[in-house]
């Protein structure tokens, strides 16, 4: 069965197609109307914005140092007022930090999702790997995780998981 190089099904899918995508790196973001991609977010947070058809992605790392600068530079290079982008949120340890700059900013948070965690031997919380793939063309940010694919969309709530 081919596979769909704008949404694959599994992990294993997702990383024979990952060289289709724009790749953005730990501690970065970057902007493109090609699909974009991240991967190994454990604590760290991401953020997806949207304009029309170009879309923004950063990997915004645990202690929040760098999601404002992230979104102004995000913000710059889609071109348009904050206030008229949507974001869709993924959160390791800090989603109340990335709502404050978005509101900040005045930029619509439409969805959002909060990964999973668990506890080590030293009673230490951990969180699970996530990649994150951004698909502009179709207005979606796609969330592997251990438990599978989850969807958010940029026009409404929708959650297959």
Same mark, same amino acid.
């Given at each position: ?18 060289? &289709?995508?724009?790749? =953005?790196?730990? *501690?970065?973001?970057?902007? @493109?109307? !090609?699909?974009?991609?991240?991967? #190994? ?15 923004? &992605?950063?990997?915004? =790392?645990?202690? *929040?140092?760098?999601?404002? @600068?992230? !979104?102004?530079?995000?913000?710059? #290079? ?84």
């Amino acid at each position: 069965m081919p596979i769909d190089y704008a949404r694959p099904e599994t992990l294993e899918d997702l990383s024979k197609l990952k060289k &289709l995508y724009l790749e =953005v790196g730990w *501690g970065d973001s970057d902007i @493109s109307t !090609l699909p974009l991609i991240s991967f #190994g977010y454990h604590d760290c947070n991401a953020i997806a914005l949207l304009n029309g058809e170009k879309a923004g &992605l950063c990997h915004t =790392v645990p202690d *929040g140092t760098n999601i404002l @600068s992230d !979104l102004k530079k995000m913000v710059e #290079g889609l071109k348009v007022p904050a206030k008229e982008l949507k974001a869709i949120l993924v959160a390791g340890m800090g989603m109340e930090t990335m709502e404050k700059y978005c509101k900040r900013l005045r930029i619509e948070v439409v969805n959002s999702y909060q990964g999973d965690w668990y506890y080590d031997d030293k009673d230490r919380m951990l969180f699970y790997s996530r990649d994150v793939l951004v698909v502009p063309s179709s207005r979606e940010v796609l969330i592997y995780t251990r438990k599978g694919k989850i969807h958010r969309l940029f026009d409404s709530f929708l959650d297959y998981s």
